[in-house]
C-alpha cells in the first residue's frame, strides 16, 4: 500500500542530484593524478606476492600494530604534536560519563532522561565492535532497536518530499517511542523497554563433508515504559559499529564512490550498489550517505551529533532538543530538568561537538601482518575470484584537501564500496531508511575485522551480531550477494580456510 501511494504522488523517480563534498576544502585533481590514480586502484591481477602499500590500509595515517585491546585507539600517525593533543582532549568527551540534571556538574550534565548509554565509550567499547547479550545476565549497552512506522503522507515535510521523489520508501519515528528504543532512564524517569532476543539454529552442509550452523534472530519488546506500540511498528536491532579509519571514509571523493554504483546492473554482473542520499543538518542540501550500517549520514560530524541525542539524550548545535529523542507523548521526559541552562546553550556546545568530531576522524588503522603469507595470497586470489571484490571494493585515494590533514590523499584499503545493496530476505530488517529499503544494507568496511577478537573478545559479526564467525557472516549473504556465497559453500574447503585467513589478515 506504501509503494503505491508514493508511486502515486511521485510517478518518476528523480535523476539524482548532483552530489557534492560540501564537507571538504577539495583540491581539484589534476589530469595526471587522475591517470595515476586509476591505475594504483584498479584490481589487481597478480597474487603471488602483496601490492605496495597493502600493510598500509590507513595510508601514511596508519600506526604500528598493538597486541593489546587498546590496537583501534591510536591517533593517526601524520597527525602532528597539536593534533596528537587535541585527539587526547576529543577522547576524554568520548569517554566521558553524563549525568542527570540538574547537577553541580555543570559540564556533565544532560543525560536522557532516556538514553541506552551514559558516554561514547560504552557503546563503542574500545572503540571496536558492540556486541549483543550473551546470557539474560548480559548488558545490551552496544546494542539497540531502531524504531519506525510505515510512511504516512499526510504533513510531509520538504525533505521528506524531496526524497520521496527520488525513490526513498520513506518511515517515521514511532510515535510514542521515537527512533529508537532506549532501555535505560534517569532516577524519576521510566526507561522506554527492553530488547528481546530468540534465537533458531539452522544448519549449513558446506562441501568437503563440513557443516555450519546460522542463528536466526527474532526480535520483540517487553516492559514497556509508556504504553503500547504502534501495530505495524518495524524493529531493526542495530550493534556499534567500529570507529576505524572514518576520517578517511569521509575524505573519499564522492565521485569516486559514485562511479562503483549500478542500479540498473547495466554490466550484468548481478551486482547493482545504489547510492545512499540524505538531507545534511550541517550544510542543508542533500548529500552522499556513507555512516551507518544503513549509510544514514553523510559526515562524522553530523553521525556524531545524532548518536549524542539519541543515544544519550545529549543536546547539541545540530539536535537542539534537550529531550533527545523524547516524543510529544513524553510528556514527563519533555517537562524534566534539563542541561542546557548554562551558558553552553546545548548539553554539549559547538566546541565540544568539534573535538569528539576530531577524535573520531583520527581513530588509526592499525598495520596490516602477514601480507605475503602464502594462505593469506591464496585468500586474497579467491577473495576477488568469488565476487566478494564487487562490493567490498579494495582500495580508493582519498581527496587532497586544501588544509593539513591527516587525510589528505592517501591510498587507502577499507574493502568496501560505501553503497546499499539487496542483501536478501535473511539480513532484511523490512525497516526503509531514505533510500534503503527494508533488504538494502551499506556494504560494511572489512579493515580491522581480524582484530575484534583481540580489541573486544567477540567475533561477533552484521548489524545485529548474529554471526558468531566471519564464515557465518559470509553464509547469510544473500540477495545480490547470494552467488558468491554458493561459491563459498560450493569451494574446496582449502579455499575456504584460505578466504577466512584472508579475512582475519585485514
Not at 9 to 22: M, T
Not at 181 to 198: C, K, N, S
Not at 221 to 246: F, I, K, N
Not at 469 to 496: F, I, K, N, T, Y
Request: net charge negative.
Amino acid at each position: 500500500m506504501l509503494s503505491l501511494l508514493l508511486a502515486a504522488a511521485f510517478p518518476v523517480a528523480a535523476e539524482l542530484p548532483v552530489l557534492d563534498d560540501l564537507h571538504l576544502p577539495v583540491v581539484p585533481r589534476t589530469a595526471d593524478e587522475a591517470a595515476r590514480i586509476a591505475r594504483v586502484t584498479a584490481a589487481p591481477t597478480d597474487f603471488t606476492a602483496p601490492e605496495r602499500f597493502e600493510a598500509k590500509p590507513g595510508g601514511a595515517a596508519t600506526v604500528r600494530r598493538r597486541s593489546s585491546a587498546d590496537a583501534f585507539s591510536q591517533p593517526s600517525a601524520n597527525i602532528g604534536f597539536e593534533g596528537e593533543l587535541t585527539f587526547k582532549i576529543g577522547n576524554g568527551l568520548f569517554k566521558k560519563l553524563w549525568v542527570s540534571s540538574p547537577s553541580s556538574t555543570l559540564a556533565s550534565d544532560g543525560l536522557g532522561p532516556v538514553f541506552n548509554a551514559r558516554s561514547c565509550q560504552r557503546c563503542h567499547l574500545k572503540d571496536g565492535r558492540g556486541h549483543p547479550p550473551e546470557g539474560p545476565d548480559d548488558n545490551r549497552v552496544s546494542m539497540f532497536l531502531r524504531l519506525s512506522v510505515p510512511f504516512d503522507q499526510t504533513d510531509m515535510t520538504e525533505v521528506e518530499a524531496y526524497l520521496a521523489t527520488l525513490g526513498g520508501a520513506l518511515a517515521r519515528p514511532e510515535p510514542t517511542y521515537g527512533g529508537q528504543l532506549q532501555d535505560v532512564a534517569v532516577l524519576g524517569h521510566a526507561a522506554e523497554g527492553q530488547m528481546q532476543i530468540t534465537y533458531e539454529e539452522v544448519p549449513v552442509a558446506l562441501s568437503g563433508g563440513e557443516e555450519a550452523s546460522l542463528r536466526r534472530p527474532t526480535y520483540s519488546v517487553s516492559d514497556l515504559g509508556y504504553g503500547p506500540m504502534a501495530e505495524d511498528v518495524m524493529l531493526s536491532p542495530r550493534v556499534a559499529p567500529t570507529m576505524l579509519g572514518l576520517g578517511l571514509i569521509e575524505a573519499i571523493p564522492t565521485a569516486d564512490i559514485l562511479a562503483h554504483a549500478d542500479p540498473d546492473d547495466m554490466d550484468g554482473d548481478g551486482i547493482s550498489g545504489r547510492a545512499q542520499v540524505v538531507w545534511s543538518l550541517e550544510h542543508d542540501a542533500p548529500m552522499l550517505g556513507r555512516f551507518g550500517w544503513k549509510a544514514g549520514n553523510p559526515t562524522v560530524r553530523e553521525q556524531s551529533a545524532g548518536a549524542f541525542a539519541g543515544d544519550i539524550g545529549i543536546s547539541n548545535p545540530l539536535h537542539p532538543l534537550p529531550g533527545g529523542d523524547c516524543t510529544e507523548a513524553q510528556t514527563t521526559c519533555l517537562a524534566g530538568p534539563h542541561g542546557d541552562g548554562d551558558a553552553r546553550g546545548a548539553e554539549i556546545d559547538a566546541e565540544g561537538l568539534d573535538l569528539v568530531t576530531f577524535y573520531s576522524r583520527n581513530l588509526a588503522l592499525p598495520e596490516r601482518v602477514l601480507v605475503d603469507d602464502p594462505q593469506v595470497l591464496r585468500g586474497k586470489r579467491v577473495f576477488h575470484e568469488t565476487g566478494c571484490a564487487s562490493c567490498h571494493v579494495s582500495k580508493f585515494v582519498t581527496h587532497r584537501l586544501a588544509e593539513d590533514s591527516a587525510q589528505s590523499f592517501q591510498l587507502i584499503w577499507p574493502h568496501s564500496d560505501f553503497l546499499l545493496h539487496d542483501m536478501g530476505e535473511g539480513l532484511a530488517d523490512n525497516r526503509p531508511e531514505g533510500l534503503a529499503t527494508g533488504r538494502e544494507w551499506r556494504t560494511a568496511p572489512l579493515w580491522g575485522i581480524g582484530l575484534t577478537e583481540q580489541v573486544n573478545g567477540h567475533t561477533y559479526f552484521l548489524h545485529d551480531g548474529r554471526a558468531r564467525s566471519l564464515l557465518e557472516a559470509v553464509l547469510w549473504h544473500g540477495g545480490e550477494a547470494q552467488p558468491a556465497r554458493d561459491r563459498v559453500v560450493e569451494m574446496p574447503p582449502e579455499d575456504r580456510a584460505a578466504l577466512i585467513r584472508y579475512l582475519e589478515s585485514l
